[in-house]
């Protein structure tokens, strides 16, 4: 009976207490079960302190690079600062001032992008260039005028014995002289004669027709007479005669006083009048001047 019992017995304790490799369970589940509530309460310690440290780090860091920029380029109270100032090399900040306006483009501000833009100022360019061009040829051509001017104002015009016969008046009348000689801006080579329509033009001197034509460049309806006068060789130019009335051809001998055409309009003229010119030895001179000399 006592054999038969014990074991009883043993089962009874083991039922009542356990063993010790259960109890070492228990106490890891325990354990277990506790920790999160620790480790939570541990995150909650150390999230403050680490939000103060990112904060910390953070001021430091605009302490450090952002204020001594800022500082270095914080422009006086009447001082501009420009863009390319601020923006240095090794800047870290920009500033732009509260009362910075826009800027007003105008012409000079902006260069041409587009082929037709580029064409039109290259266009431009061109033109000015020409224009300069002639500017300066203009004033050369002037400086040139004036120095044949006082060229021939200090020539003796005087050829023959004024009254002779040997040189007359190339109209025996007439209305005024319109242009003088070098008059227009110093382009006129002659002098205009103003007369009716068809008032008879004479030869102002001995001479060899050289030209005669209904077509002779600006002059229109024009002759032209080489003569040699006092020993001196001259050259009378007659224009702007009336269509049909030219009574010489070239090669004609002409005589002083004979009639060589009419007054008229043609070629570069607005009104009825005799183009007259005179060269001495190749030089334009004063027809005016030299008629007065030999005339008298």
Not at 120 to 132: G, N
Not at 266 to 286: C, K, P, Q, Y
């Amino acid at each position: 009976m006592s054999s038969q019992n014990e074991p009883l017995k043993n089962e009874t304790d083991a039922s009542v207490e356990p063993s010790s490799t259960s109890r070492i369970t228990r106490r890891s589940a325990e354990q277990n079960t506790k920790k999160p509530v620790a480790s939570a309460q541990a995150h909650q310690k150390i999230r403050p302190i680490r939000a103060l440290a990112i904060f910390g780090a953070v001021a430091g860091l605009v302490a450090t690079v952002a204020l001594p920029a800022y500082a270095a380029f914080k422009p006086a109270a009447d001082e501009t600062v420009t863009l390319q100032q601020v923006a240095e090399d090794g800047a870290q900040t920009l500033v732009v001032a509260s009362d910075a306006d826009t800027t007003n483009l105008t012409a000079t501000t902006y260069a041409a992008t587009t082929i037709g833009e580029i064409e039109q100022k290259k266009a431009e360019e061109a033109a000015a260039q020409r224009a300069k061009e002639l500017a300066a040829q203009a004033a050369a051509a002037a400086v040139s005028n004036s120095k044949a001017a006082s060229a021939w104002a200090s020539m003796d015009l005087s050829m023959v014995p004024a009254g002779s016969g040997a040189v007359i008046f190339p109209l025996q009348s007439y209305d005024y002289i319109g242009d003088g000689f070098r008059s227009r801006g110093g382009s006129h080579d002659g002098v205009d004669i103003l007369a009716p329509a068809m008032t008879p033009i004479y030869a102002a001197a001995d001479g060899v027709v050289t030209v005669s034509s209904e077509s002779y460049w600006g002059y229109g309806v024009g002759v032209v007479i080489d003569h040699v006068i006092g020993g001196q060789r001259v050259s009378t130019l007659y224009g702007h005669m009336t269509y049909g009335t030219r009574l010489v051809s070239v090669g004609d001998t002409v005589a002083a006083g004979q009639p060589i055409g009419a007054v008229g309009t043609t070629g570069r003229s607005t009104a009825n009048h005799l183009h007259f010119e005179v060269e001495v030895n190749g030089s334009l001179v004063d027809p005016m001047a030299w008629l007065n000399a030999n005339v008298g």
